[in-house]
């Protein structure tokens, strides 16, 4: 049983900083891309940013570009989310996934494109 465990999250100004952190354990996996996706009360989960391991490519949803950074790990399947000036629309939770499907040419923001989930951390960011 593969389980990704998601850190980091809480409350914050507006203005304010987060370091998110995402960490497998379990059964050994090899993932080619791992991603955050985030969810708001009463939507849809939605692409938030990801990282393919083949090359580092890194692909962010437009409404965040430029406020975060997505990374990897020293460790394998261990991810960091650095969000900057969170902004009270940023409110969510955020969940940390992780992808066994190859490719070199994928965004990886699609949910379905995902294998594992972790239970996702809440980020508030207060006005």
């Known amino acids: 049983q593969v389980q990704l465990v998601e850190s980091g999250g809480g409350l914050v100004q507006a203005g304010g900083s987060l370091r998110l952190s995402c960490a497998a354990s379990?059964?050994?996996?090899?993932?080619?891309?791992m991603g955050w996706f985030r969810q708001a009360p009463g939507k849809e989960r939605e692409f938030v940013a990801s990282i393919r391991w083949t090359g580092g490519s890194t692909y962010y949803a437009d409404s965040v570009k430029g406020r975060f950074t997505i990374s990897r790990g020293s460790a394998k399947n261990t991810l960091s989310l650095q969000m900057n000036s969170l902004k009270p629309e940023d409110t969510a939770v955020y969940y940390c996934?992780?992808?066994?499907?190859?490719?070199?040419?994928?965004?990886?923001?699609?949910?379905?494109?995902?294998?594992?989930w972790g239970q996702g951390t809440q980020v508030t960011v207060s006005s």
């Open positions: 996934a992780a992808s066994v499907l190859f490719s070199t040419t994928s965004y990886y923001t699609r949910a379905t494109q995902y294998d594992y």
């Open positions: 379990g059964r050994t996996f090899s993932s080619y891309a």
